[in-house]
């Protein structure tokens, strides 16, 4: 049985703002750091991808900026929530992923919802998804459509998946294969996005269409407390509670 206190704790920390300001390096002083500040945590960064120059084969880092949805911390939480789906860590010891198909991402951005800016980068808004999906505009289906300009709305993104989802399933087999993955209704287990993003019938709950910076930032921060509950009610309580305890985020 899980202490009621541990739950509580869980919940609070995954809604607690993150900062990320110092990468960890690549030598053999390379530390990892995460800690409490105050009402927020700090954390380092190993993701830091590597790339070859095209005339010199070279490898080569663009500069670096700190991103809280790879931070060190929320590695670790992906690694516990998404267990059953990895095969490895998500970022190797050269700072790059280990597979392109399980990349950290925000859910909810705040370009147009300023309202959000000092609470949106927190685990309850972090998620797990294809790199082309979350982190690049290389494949711009996935971004936008005629139909669904997605523009980072959780509301349109999901309605584009649910419609298109067996094309999602050809794009991304690696991904969607998994058996937590392969239904709509699945990928909505695997997120607790249920009573979040969906409804208890699997229904995307529509907000986008008309935005207000005050009604629908309140709206959308009580989606992550939603989130953030269902996570610390999952057979990972206990994990998560140990992994934000290592770091003395919860006692």
Known sequence: ???????????????????????C?????????????GSCIQSTETYWPEYRDKNT????RYPFIADCDMSDLACGFYEILYKEILQKMIVDKNGNLENKNYA??????????????DKYHCLANFW??????GRTSKNDWTKTSKKYDVQDFMDRFL??????????????PTYFK???????????????????????KYNVI??????DNISTSKMLFGAMKCRAKNISESKYVNELWDYFNKWGLCK
């Open 159 to 172: 309605s584009l998946l649910k419609g298109n989802f067996d094309v999602y399933k050809s794009l991304y």
């Open 178 to 200: 998994n058996k937590g993955m392969d239904t709509f209704e699945h990928f909505v287990e695997s997120h607790y996005l249920r009573g979040v993003y969906v409804d208890e």
């Open 128 to 133: 797990l998804l294809p790199m082309e999906i």
């Open 57 to 60: 084969g070279e490898p080569f």
């Open 104 to 117: 950290g991402d925000t859910m909810t951005s705040v370009s147009k919802l300023p309202g959000l800016r």
């Open 1 to 23: 049985m899980v202490d009621g206190t541990k739950r509580k704790q869980v919940y609070e920390v995954l809604l607690m703002p993150i900062k990320c300001e110092k990468h």
């Open 25 to 37: 390096g690549f030598d053999n002083d390379r530390k990892i750091i995460i800690s409490k500040q």
């Open 206 to 211: 529509e907000f986008s269409n008309h935005i």
